[in-house]
């Protein structure tokens, strides 16, 4: 009951002008860096091992702005979600290599987790009618999942692919001229991962499905970085890697992570910080939380 109340709550801030519901984000962000204390710890931990050489009072206003960053996008999933078409068209714009999408060559968009990452999932649909694809996990609350998925798949031919049903799926939607939406970029544990370079931590459990996925799918890799702007959003998509993918999944994925840190450095802020991203150590060192 509690998150249909706030699901319906969000339908009515999608009302508000949007310069008044960044204010309410800017509020929010403000207040949670300040009282969500173990967050704070971690995104300030992870940009002390990211950027060793910036200093202590740049990095703690990242994180601030980050905080701020992470509301802000939060409560804009008001409108993404159930404004209407005309509305979000206005606010999320496509620009970059948009060429890319023409065609049925089979597609990965690698998007990494951008505090943005859902204005860009939505601007995709909007701007093809190619089918897209992307991999999702149940959220535990029902409510909360069924409003996640209705408002990732609103427009265009959509298709959410649950983690759990392995990857066939995923290979036949590329193999048929799909698109998929991939942000393989977090800690999702020890299995199937590998250690590669990330910024200033040269060992970063990361797992290489972008590389793998484009090998069996013999699909093309593009990048889609979304970014907050006081408009709305802008989702730019890069022209598709040069000799990528190669038959080395390692030397793949520290190439990911390379054009990823590139990105971030553009707009540090608007990354996910607040997740642990380097939780899994390899064998014999210690946690660096």
């Known amino acids: 009951m509690t998150t249909r109340v706030?699901?319906?709550?969000?339908?009515?801030?999608?009302?508000?002008?949007l310069s008044w519901l960044r204010a309410l984000g800017w509020l929010i962000g403000r207040l949670l860096f300040v009282?969500?204390?173990?967050?704070?710890?971690?995104?300030?931990?992870n940009l002390e091992l990211c950027f060793p050489d910036v200093p202590e009072a740049q990095r703690r206003a990242w994180a601030r702005e980050s905080f701020?960053?992470?509301?802000?996008?939060?409560l804009d999933r008001s409108w993404l979600w159930s404004g209407s078409e005309a509305l979000v068209r206005s606010r999320v714009k496509l620009t970059g290599a948009v060429h890319e999408l023409d065609g049925d060559t089979p597609t990965i968009v690698f998007a990494p987790h951008f505090y943005s990452m859902d204005a860009g999932g939505l601007a995709l649909p909007l701007n093809t009618a190619r089918e897209f694809t992307s991999i999702f996990a149940t959220n535990p609350d029902p409510a909360l999942d069924a409003w996640f998925m209705a408002g990732r798949q609103r427009f265009g031919n959509v298709?959410?692919?649950?983690?759990?049903?392995?990857?066939k799926p995923i290979i036949a939607c590329l193999r048929k001229g799909g698109l998929l939406y991939l942000l393989p970029d977090m800690d999702y544990g020890r299995n199937d991962s590998v250690f590669v370079p990330f910024f200033a931590m040269p060992e970063v459990a990361t797992i290489p499905s972008l590389s793998r996925f484009a090998r069996l799918g013999r699909a093309k890799v593009v990048a889609l970085y979304s970014r907050m702007t006081?408009?709305?959003?802008?989702?730019?998509?890069?022209?598709?890697?040069?000799?990528?993918p190669t038959e080395d999944h390692v030397a793949d994925t520290a190439?990911?992570?390379?054009?990823?840190e590139a990105a971030i450095r553009t707009m540090p802020a608007q990354?996910?910080?607040?997740?642990?991203?380097?939780?899994t150590r390899?064998?014999?060192?210690?946690?660096?939380?």
Do not use: I
């Not at 006081?230 to 890069?238: D, N, Q, S």
């Open 282 to 289: 390899p064998e014999g060192q210690e946690s660096v939380y």
């Open 6 to 17: 706030a699901v319906a709550f969000m339908g009515l801030l999608a009302r508000l002008p």
């Open 271 to 279: 990354y996910y910080w607040v997740h642990k991203r380097f939780k």
């Open 68 to 74: 701020v960053v992470f509301c802000q996008t939060f």
């Open 159 to 167: 298709r959410m692919l649950n983690r759990a049903d392995g990857v």
């Open 35 to 45: 009282l969500a204390a173990p967050r704070r710890k971690v995104a300030l931990r």
């Open 230 to 244: 006081p408009e709305g959003y802008e989702a730019v998509l890069t022209p598709a890697w040069e000799n990528f």
């Open 255 to 260: 190439r990911m992570n390379r054009e990823l």
